[in-house]
């Protein structure tokens, strides 16, 4: 079955800063989709960014990007410039079939 | 264009009762699909359904059920509430299956 781990639980920067957060999966197959969700306090789950396991070139949406090592099965994101408003859990996902969640990392935003 | 909807968004029901939740998809999007949150267990899912048919199912027992409607809104039932059922269940749909899926407000369910 395939798993996806988030090794930190909780992470902290300073406002502007930048902060990356680790993922890494299990899996046998090799055409699946990863994503990074939000999940700020009132609990709604946004999609930050997508990355399909086929494209070699990492996924980069505004100030947030990924750093996709498909061998290593590793998926991390980048948050440049971070902003109050990122203070959030971010939960890492894999998807073939059906959503596979990490633990999430509850990030922290310090002025 | 309007997002995922979920109602209610809370729910208090007793042991033993049964609790139906909706969710309503995107405009355009066939696929649905159900998790379970809580603290200990994490992001958990539930099942999809695309096109009125259960596409996925995941690990949970028979008392968690749901359907599809032609018009692609679903609805999640748990019969015989335990007071691990207390959760919140969040519905996301996406375009196909196996694609980006976009989620609800969620609803806060508490079993008393």
């Known amino acids: 079955a395939q798993t996806v781990t988030q090794s930190q639980p909780e992470m902290s920067v300073q406002e502007a800063e930048t902060v990356t957060l680790s993922c890494t999966y299990d899996?046998?197959?090799?055409?699946?989709?990863l994503f990074w969700y939000k999940q700020p306090p009132s609990r709604q789950m946004i999609l930050v960014i997508r990355?399909?396991?086929?494209?070699?070139q990492n996924a980069t949406e505004n100030r947030f990007s990924v750093n996709f090592q498909k061998a290593a099965k590793s998926f991390s994101l980048k948050i440049s410039d971070s902003q109050l408003g990122d203070a959030a859990m971010y939960f890492c996902?894999?998807?073939?079939?059906?959503?596979?969640f990490g633990k999430g990392t509850k990030l922290t935003v310090n002025p | 264009k309007a997002g995922v909807t979920q109602t209610p968004r809370y729910l208090i029901k007793t042991r033993g009762q049964q609790v139906t939740l909706s969710c309503s998809p995107i405009?355009?999007?066939?696929?649905v699909s159900w998790y379970q949150q809580t603290p200990g267990q994490g992001l958990q899912f539930l099942f999809e359904?695309?096109?009125?048919?259960?596409?996925n199912k995941g690990n949970f027992p028979g008392r968690f059920s749901g359907r599809q409607f032609s018009n692609s809104r679903s609805e999640m039932n748990v019969s015989t509430l335990e007071l691990g059922d207390s959760a919140l269940y969040l519905c996301?749909?996406?375009?196909?299956?196996?694609?980006?899926?976009?989620f609800g407000p969620g609803t806060r369910l508490t079993v008393l």
């Open positions: 996301a749909s996406s375009r196909v299956a196996d694609n980006e899926q976009f």
């Open positions: 899996t046998s197959e090799s055409d699946y989709y």
């Open positions: 990355q399909e396991a086929y494209k070699q």
């Open positions: 996902a894999y998807l073939r079939g059906k959503l596979v």
């Open positions: 405009s355009g999007h066939r696929s």
């Open positions: 359904y695309f096109s009125e048919t259960q596409r």
